[in-house]
T-cell receptor, first 114, second 112 residues
Framework: GENVEQHPSTLSVQEGDSAVIKCTYSDSASNYFPWYKQELGKRPQLIIDIRSNVGEKKDQRIAVTLNKTAKHFSLHITETQPEDSAVYFCAALILTGGGNKLTFGTGTQLKVEL | NAGVTQTPKFRVLKTGQSMTLLCAQDMNHEYMYWYRQDPGMGLRLIHYSVGEGTTAKGEVPDGYNVSRLKKQNFLLGLESAAPSQTSVYFC???????????FGPGTRLLVL
């Protein structure tokens, strides 16, 4: 089955700096890669996603890049703010005959310091 | 439109007890999922359903059973709870043809 590795497990940046979180996946058939943000005690919420036919996608301060050849994708957050502090999860979609199943990375705890 | 809701929010069980977690969605989504979240391990799929009356095993199904008798509800059962099932359980749903999954608020379960 699919395996998704995520690094780093913790990341601390100064407010205003950029943050980068990286994920690799194992199954070349994966074609959808979402990123979720989870604040303490809350549910995961989708912040951005990318499909395999696109190399990069931006939404204001966040962007995701995908390298299909190397099987890795990254989340970039620019001009970080304290409210960006949360756990971020990457995921990869495995297409199966019965239904699409997401495989998640183990998460990155991002802390934005003042 | 409440989205995805979960009942209960928190529960304490003794080893060997049984319980059912309820997930409900009002978005007419075909697909529903149960995950467990443990520290340092991300979200792992327990069981999922592609439609009313159907269920399938995920990555970590042992010790759990599920039912989808109504399209809007997906039940997760623990027949004989074990301390290893202490976790936060999240339900999610998505529409057919759309990859985005929407999560419920979670159920925190403690098994003593």
């Amino acid at each position: 089955g699919e395996n998704v590795e995520q690094h780093p497990s913790t990341l601390s940046v100064q407010e205003g700096d950029s943050a980068v979180i990286k994920c690799t996946y194992s199954d070349s058939a994966s074609n959808y890669f979402p990123w979720y943000k989870q604040e303490l005690g809350k549910r995961p919420q989708l912040i951005i996603d990318i499909r395999s036919n696109v190399g990069e996608k931006k939404d204001q301060r966040i962007a995701v890049t995908l390298n299909k050849t190397a099987k890795h994708f990254s989340l970039h957050i620019t001009e970080t703010q304290p409210e960006d502090s949360a756990v971020y999860f990457c995921a990869a979609l495995i297409l199966t005959g019965g239904g699409n199943k997401l495989t998640f990375g183990t998460g990155t705890q991002l802390k934005v310091e003042l | 439109n409440a989205g995805v809701t979960q009942t209960p929010k928190f529960r304490v069980l003794k080893t060997g007890q049984s319980m059912t977690l309820l997930c409900a969605q009002d978005m007419n989504h075909e697909y529903m999922y149960w995950y467990r979240q443990d520290p340092g391990m991300g979200l792992r799929l327990i069981h999922y359903s592609v439609g009313e009356g159907t269920t399938a095993k995920g990555e970590v199904p042992d010790g759990y059973n599920v039912s989808r008798l109504k399209k809007q509800n997906f039940l997760l059962g623990l027949e004989s709870a074990a301390p290893s099932q202490t976790s936060v359980y999240f339900c999610a749903s998505r529409a057919s043809g759309v990859e985005t999954q929407y999560f419920g608020p979670g159920t925190r379960l403690l098994v003593l």
